[in-house]
């Protein structure tokens, strides 16, 4: 098992990359907040810390830290367009709940 | 769930506007102000005259204070009235002086700190070098376009507490917020970027106007320790003056000067001491008031000679920190020169020949002080970027937290944020009626409280009673430079509060630093289970507890088979509660969630009856 990203979710993170100058990839975690415990932080990543871990996908890496892991294990990160919203979903085979506003989730 | 975009790391520093931070180089006879540009240069601030110095001197005239170049006049014209050095009296009582009657000064004992009697009413040295750094502050205001926000001040490393104290009073008497001391040699080594090396023993060499100090340091992990400390308190660029005044009176055969003469000569000789460093000879030219017409040439190699045994008295400071240190000369990685006589080449050449390598010269010695305090103030007032690297010692090394529902660690600041921080959350009550609040500080990675370093415990009382989830209240969690973290709770609606002080790094080794965040990283998968395991305990105590209310207040809507069913099932809620197995304790919650369903519609409907009753028709809208 590892986390994945879909190849359309791929170009844009490299299209993202490319337009900001630099960075090395994207940097997926989970920080305790949101109402329902648990928020994803979605980042460009600047620097591979030693403790990280990297998954390569559709050419672009992905960091992750240890502590986020378990977390995410299994995790796809897709591109999504809803109406006239697009941007990234995270489909976490982990996730319990939601909470109503879709900015936390419970494992 | 909702869509993201990815954010940059760190987003919220780089929204927040700069601060305005100055570093102070507070000294006995000059002192200076300094900043980090915009561009991360950092630089001293001259006044609009382009002086960067400040006089260390403050005149207490008819008129009003003058602190600076106003004051300098004074010094000849009001002895008693103008205050210089008043660097050497702070912290010190009058049984502490030994040289009191060098001062021209009216010297009134006073418990704790001496004080100087002047037109303007006593004094103490607080308040003497709070009109110094109200000098210094005016003028960074001027040069910053606006209210400081961040000070560091700088003191000698043989600083003691009172004099540390007493320094940190006059710059908050002269409305300066001060993060934090610094020592001066670690300033200078801040300066020449030596703080971004993993480890090294430096050697800050400090000969200024009147004092000669120095220091040995070692820097490990980017937190520097004063080894040793020497000098002499009565030796300084002054003296080289004075030895080539004596030479200048013996070589043109002038007979005791008169002051006026004196203070000529010496100036003469101050000019051809600074056109030495950079010539093999200096003229020496003058007429004295009595006639006598002076015209001589001082040459490199004389000045060395006339100066040899003050050069040497600077080495005899130097070898005794070595020893106390327990270091050899050549055991040094870098030689730190400070102070505006050690442009002297004969300094600059005994250093070399003492240490055996050349010292780091590159940066204006009179401000390298300021500099690197400046660059202490601009990285603790959090002006700069992630990308930078900080002193080690001013990031918290393990996360703070408190004790939440379950046993639970919620992180509050995490590792690595910069000091100085305060991060604030919302906690709420969780029983109905909850009149008190119990919070426990924790320091750590891991989840379980238990994994976790306890740091305090207090409690929040007065609460007012009302249904669990309403109240709020904000837990503040404050982190201050030296590392002193204060946390305080409060009711948001009534105002309680309640707060505790606690040293979060206390007793903490490196070694045990590291061993907490290793374990985080190992156990990252058990401390998940295990939060599965108590955010399902929360629940299932949570539900039991409805459950129980429920039956309480409306048992006698259910049939006798109905309640055994219930009860059963809150049966296994509790049993599967105190097992390991969070899916089981989930299960046995989602068990009771169904076997009450009609029980819950039931007591819905007598709710709404209830509600209802007793109204007419027509108010309900």
Redo the contacts between chains.
């Keep these: 098992m590892a986390i994945t990203i879909t190849e359309s979710a791929a170009r844009h ?1 490299a299209s ?1 990359l490319a337009r900001r100058g630099k960075g090395i990839g ?2 997926l975690g989970v920080r ?1 907040s949101g109402c329902s ?1 648990l928020a ?7 620097e591979l810390k030693p ?1 990280d871990v990297a998954f390569e996908a559709h050419g672009v890496t992905v960091v992750v830290d ?2 986020s ?3 995410l294990e299994g995790t796809e990160l897709d591109f ?1 367009r ?1 109406g006239l ?6 489909r976490n085979p982990n996730v319990k709940d ?1 909470c109503g ?3 936390s ?3 | ?9 760190d987003e919220a520093r780089a929204h927040r506007p700069r601060r305005r931070a100055i570093g102070i180089d507070l000294g006995t006879t000059n002192s200076l102000v300094g900043t980090v540009r915009d561009d991360g240069i950092a630089i001293v601030l001259p006044d609009a005259d382009g002086r960067t110095l400040v006089p260390s001197i403050v005149h207490y005239g008819a008129s009003g204070v003058a602190a600076g170049y106003d004051a300098v006049a004074a010094q000849t014209a009001d002895p008693q009235n103008t205050i210089v050095s008043v660097k050497r009296l702070m912290g010190r009582g009058l049984s502490d002086l030994a040289d009191a009657r060098r001062f021209p000064y009216r010297f009134v004992d006073a418990p704790g700190m001496v004080r100087i009697g002047t037109r303007d009413g006593e004094k103490s040295p607080v308040e003497v070098s709070a009109d110094i750094l109200r000098a210094l502050r005016e003028r960074a205001e001027i040069a910053l376009g606006g209210p400081v926000d961040a000070a560091v001040v700088t003191v000698p490393a043989y600083f003691d507490d009172a004099q540390r104290q007493a320094t940190k009073d006059a710059a908050r008497l002269a409305g300066l917020p001060v993060l934090r001391l610094l020592n001066e040699p670690t300033a200078a080594a801040v300066a020449y970027g030596l703080d971004h090396g993993i480890e090294g023993t430096y050697a800050v060499y400090d000969l200024g106007g009147g004092t000669f100090d120095i220091s040995i340091l070692r820097l490990t992990r980017g937190v520097f320790e004063v080894l040793a400390t020497n000098g002499d308190s009565a030796l300084g660029g002054d003296d080289f003056d004075h030895r080539v005044f004596c030479w200048i009176l013996e070589a043109a055969k002038v007979s005791p000067p008169s002051p006026e003469d004196t203070r000529l000569l010496l100036l003469r000789a101050r000019e051809a001491k600074e056109m030495l460093t950079g010539h093999e000879a200096a003229p020496i030219v003058a007429t004295l008031s009595t006639g006598q017409r002076i015209d001589l040439s001082l040459t490199a190699a004389m000045f060395s000679e006339i100066t040899r045994t003050l050069i040497e008295k600077t080495l005899a400071p130097t070898r005794r920190a070595l020893r106390d240190a327990g270091l050899e000369p050549t055991d040094l990685d870098g030689v730190v020169l400070v102070g505006g006589a050690t442009r002297m080449r004969e300094v600059r050449r005994a250093v070399a020949g003492f240490f055996g390598q050349a010292p780091l010269t590159n940066l204006n010695p009179d401000e390298v002080v300021a500099l690197g305090a400046a660059m202490q103030a601009n990285a603790l007032a959090g002006n700069r970027g ?2 930078d690297d900080w002193l080690l010692l001013d990031v918290i090394p393990l996360s703070l937290g408190l004790e939440t529902i379950g046993g639970l660690a ?2 509050i600041v995490p590792r690595n944020a910069t000091l100085p921080v305060t991060r604030a959350q919302d906690f709420t009550t969780w029983r109905d009626g909850q009149t008190a609040m119990a919070i426990h500080v924790v320091q750590g ?1 891991r989840e379980r409280v238990d994994d976790c370093r306890s740091l305090a415990r207090f409690e929040l009382r007065g609460i007012p009673p009302m249904v669990a989830g309403a109240a709020r209240i904000r837990v503040t969690f404050q982190v201050d430079a030296d590392g002193l973290l204060s946390v305080s709770a409060r009711e948001q609606e009534t105002g309680v509060e309640a707060s505790i002080a606690v040293k979060p790094s206390y007793g903490l080794s490196d070694d045990e630093i590291a061993r907490m965040l290793r374990d ?2 190992e156990h ?2 058990n ?2 289970a295990a ?2 395991l108590a ?1 399902a305990r929360v629940e299932a105590d949570h539900v039991a507890m409805a459950t129980q209310g429920a039956l309480a207040s409306d048992g006698d809507l259910l049939a006798a088979d109905e309640r055994t069913a219930i009860d059963a099932a809150l049966a296994r809620v509790r049993s599967a509660r105190d097992g390991a197995d969070a899916a089981a304790v989930r299960r046995a919650v989602e068990d009771l969630n169904r076997a009450t369903i009609e029980f819950a519609t039931r007591r819905m409907d007598r709710g709404v009856r209830q509600a209802l009753a007793g109204r007419a028709i027509d108010t309900l809208a």
């Design positions: 993170v993202q994207l940097r305790t415990g994803y932080k979605l980042e460009f990543a600047d403790e240890p502590k892991l378990p977390y999504a809803e919203n697009e941007g990234f979903k995270f939601e506003c879709g900015e989730f419970n494992i | 769930m909702a869509l993201m975009q990815i954010a940059e790391p992630r990308d919620e992180k990675e985080s990283f990252a998968a401390d998940m939060r599965a955010e």
